[in-house]
């Protein structure tokens, strides 16, 4: 595998597990708004989205955890490495 071809998968990953992160804020600040409307929301209702936040953030752990993502902590820094090359901002 080439540099290129790394750097190209790297980004990939990177990219899956940032949306990932984006579908867990989302989830999460729903439930917020969710909790402070409460007393017109049914708990079942607040509890599926509770179990969604569980999902997003387990398949965020399995991506870090799993062959393809267990190197991820290094993915995001070469990410942002490359980031920082390209626009220096």
């Known amino acids: 595998?080439?540099?290129?071809?790394?750097?190209?998968?790297?980004q990939v990953v990177a990219s899956l597990l940032s949306a990932e992160r984006e579908k867990t804020k989302a989830l999460e600040a729903r439930v917020?708004?969710?909790?402070?409307?409460a007393p017109a929301v049914t708990k079942p209702m607040i509890?599926?989205?509770?179990?969604?936040?569980?999902k997003a953030t387990k398949a965020g752990i399995e991506m870090r955890t799993n062959?393809?993502?267990?190197?991820?902590d290094k993915v995001e820094a070469?990410?942002?490495a490359l980031n920082a090359k390209v626009d220096p901002a």
């Not at 917020?32 to 409307?37: N, P, S």
């Open 47 to 54: 509890e599926q989205f509770a179990s969604e936040i569980g």
């Open 1 to 10: 595998m080439t540099t290129e071809e790394y750097e190209a998968v790297c």
């Open 32 to 37: 917020k708004i969710l909790e402070a409307r």
């Open 78 to 80: 070469q990410v942002r």
């Open 67 to 72: 062959p393809l993502g267990e190197r991820m």
